[in-house]
């Protein structure tokens, strides 16, 4: 399995890098439409939507990419502060899901079988993080290290959990999580953002708090997406990538992380 996940890291991150670093973002935009109907079909299977509400489902999913370029598109003569005060009510949005809605959603472990709410929260989930991705590519570097984040945080729970990990985080969602994953993710990212702010001679007082609550609301991700697969009795969301499963188990701390770090640093 461990051989699967690096060889699928080792062909999709240069495409990944090459897109992010070369792409004008207008084609960045575009070109991430394509994940992101995946990642709506997959959400429309662990929702259990039929062909029809999957259907409706990725057509808002796709009319919200352009009502949102439309919007905050500088073109049409409205000013910089209009768009960005439109940008930060999605991401605000966004974070309000994460930080309040999310948290009590798996407190409670709630079991949501209705598809128009299920619908509502993939869109809150998804479209977010396209639009972060999308503003966040006019700084390509920018986007590397932050999303460095969130595979770090990863990275280091998997080895810590896997070294040292007794304390299970939360075992009826996801059974291997532990407490010392955990650990081992907030001390690698804390090692990380002061390597970074050190190194840029950046505010060491924005990187560090920032990248740590970045890292929380990528634990606060994986465990929402880990309680709607349970909830569908499936092990991945997909098999789009051998050893990672599908496009949601790779974007699922994502979504939580990247839209609320576009708030903050954009």
């Keep these: 399995m461990l051989k699967l996940r690096i060889l699928s890291v080792v062909i999709v991150l ?7 670093f070369l792409l004008p973002n207008p084609w960045w935009s575009i070109a991430l439409v394509v994940p992101l109907l995946v990642a709506g079909h997959e959400w429309a299977r662990l929702a259990g939507f039929g062909h029809g509400w999957e259907a409706g489902f990725l057509t808002m999913l796709s009319a919200g990419c352009v009502l949102l370029w439309m919007i905050l598109s ?3 003569g409205r000013s910089e502060n209009a768009l960005l005060g439109a940008d930060r009510i999605v991401y605000v949005l966004s ?6 809605v999310a948290p009590y959603w798996l407190r409670f472990k709630l079991i949501v079988r209705q598809p128009i709410a299920l619908a ?9 993080t396209w639009l972060a991705l ?9 986007l590397l290290a932050l999303l ?8 280091a729970a998997y080895f810590t959990g896997r070294a ?5 985080l939360a075992p009826t969602i996801s059974p291997g999580k532990t407490w010392e994953g955990v650990a081992g993710a907030f001390v690698a990212v804390t090692v990380y953002a002061l390597a970074l702010a050190l190194f840029l001679a950046r505010d060491l007082f924005l990187i560090v708090p920032a990248f740590l609550a970045m890292t929380g609301l990528s634990i606060v991700g994986d465990l929402f997406e880990s309680w709607l697969k349970r909830n569908a009795v499936v092990k991945d969301s997909g098999s789009i990538f051998p050893g990672h499963g599908g496009m949601l188990d790779r974007m699922d701390a994502i979504t939580a992380a990247l839209p609320v770090a576009a708030l903050i640093f954009i």
């Design 148 to 155: 460095a984040v969130v595979w770090i945080a990863d990275i």
């Design 95 to 100: 974070a309000i899901f994460w930080c309040v």
């Design 134 to 142: 999308v503003h966040l590519q006019n700084d390509a570097t920018l």
């Design 164 to 168: 040292w990990g007794r304390h299970k």
């Design 14 to 20: 240069p495409l990944l890098l090459a897109a992010m």
């Design 120 to 128: 509502v929260v993939g869109l809150i989930v998804l479209l977010p």
């Design 74 to 76: 500088p073109a049409g």
